[in-house]
């Protein structure tokens, strides 16, 4: 019989906090990494009631976690039980990686950095001097929007269902950037033009989402040129209503699932203090798409 020691009583703990915690796989993701890079790294999820939130937070400390990842409802709350939040975490009033060290939590929002990251990926190129449409102003777009603008976006408009979030997101935006954004109605003439005129479009809504697949938060009147990039925050369905539409008009297309791997490799870098290869980056988002499409056929 074999031994099982891939953890052992030197492993470094992380966690995934949530609730509910059950369909996250960022265990499988950092698992993978430290198997991967040879770090001796352990990672568990943990449903963490909203109720026990602190407390938790200082029994991680106490236990000696090197680093936790935050995921929906605590990613506001958990704020106010940190050291040190980073200056994009603060603008995105949102953490989802926390990091302790000397006895101090820091919090640090890695979905910003590992959109841009996997964009410039996936696209081959960044925002430098880019049009974009964003649709949504919730808390994902506000996340988008922060990266954007700060890899020099030239211009973007947020298209929403509800115009005053749309508003809103827009002023915080040229309050960091004079004039970078402005605000529309979903599937208005406004937004409409705004498309035509765009070099990338980004869906941070939950339309077309499993299991409403069915649906595409643009009418169907919208029609896409073949040189804009359309990207959608959703990866399951691997391919949505609007990324099937643009792919058909010869769009190149990027579903949610490098967000979700990008922003984990930024974690893990920064707990672990090491750069992860891009080469490892890519066969590792490899795998989670081939594990993706075969659970989409299943
Ligand atoms: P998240 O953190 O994932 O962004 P959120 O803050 O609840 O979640 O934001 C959800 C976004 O999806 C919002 O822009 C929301 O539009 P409203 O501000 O009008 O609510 C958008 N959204 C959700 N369901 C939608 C629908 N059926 N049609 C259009 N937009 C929708």
């Not at 605590?74 to 050291?83: F, M, T």
């Not at 599937?187 to 990338?200: G, L, P, T, V, Y």
């Not at 707990?271 to 490899?286: D, G, I, M, R």
Request: proline residues 3%.
């Amino acid at each position: 019989m074999g031994i099982f020691d891939f953890i052992k009583g030197n492993t470094k703990i992380a966690a995934v906090i949530g609730d509910p915690i059950e369909h996250s796989i960022s265990p499988q993701l950092h698992n993978t990494l430290s198997w991967q890079l040879g770090i001796n790294m352990a990672y568990i999820p943990l449903r963490v009631d909203k109720a026990y939130l602190g407390k938790a937070l200082e029994t991680f400390k106490a236990l000696g976690f090197i680093g936790i990842n935050v995921t929906v409802p605590h990613k506001q709350h958990v704020i106010e039980y940190l050291d040190e939040v980073t200056e994009d975490a603060k603008l995105a009033g949102a953490v989802n990686t926390i990091e302790f060290r000397d006895g101090k939590l820091t919090g640090y929002n890695t979905d910003i950095s590992g959109f841009v990251r996997m964009f410039k990926s996936e696209a081959g190129t960044g925002f430098r001097e880019r049009d974009v449409v964003i649709l949504g102003a919730g808390g994902a777009a506000r996340g988008v929007c922060i990266g954007i603008i700060r890899d020099g976006a030239k211009r973007i408009s947020i298209a929403n269902r509800t115009l005053s979030r749309a508003e809103q997101l827009a002023e915080e935006l040229n309050n960091l950037k004079k004039g970078s954004a402005s605000a529309c109605l979903l599937n208005s003439r406004e937004m409409k033009k705004a498309i035509q005129h765009a070099d990338i479009i980004i869906n941070t809504t939950s339309v077309g989402m499993y299991p409403h697949t069915e649906c595409n938060p643009l009418d169907e009147d919208i029609v896409f040129r073949e040189n804009q990039i359309v990207c959608d925050l959703i990866y399951n369905p691997f391919e949505t209503c609007l990324l099937k539409s643009a792919r058909l008009s010869g769009c190149l297309t990027i579903n949610g699932l490098g967000m979700l791997i990008y922003q984990g490799v930024h974690s893990f870098e920064i707990w672990n203090k090491v750069e992860v290869p891009e080469t490892v980056v890519k066969n590792v988002l490899a795998s989670f798409k081939n594990y993706f499409k075969i659970k989409e056929i299943q």
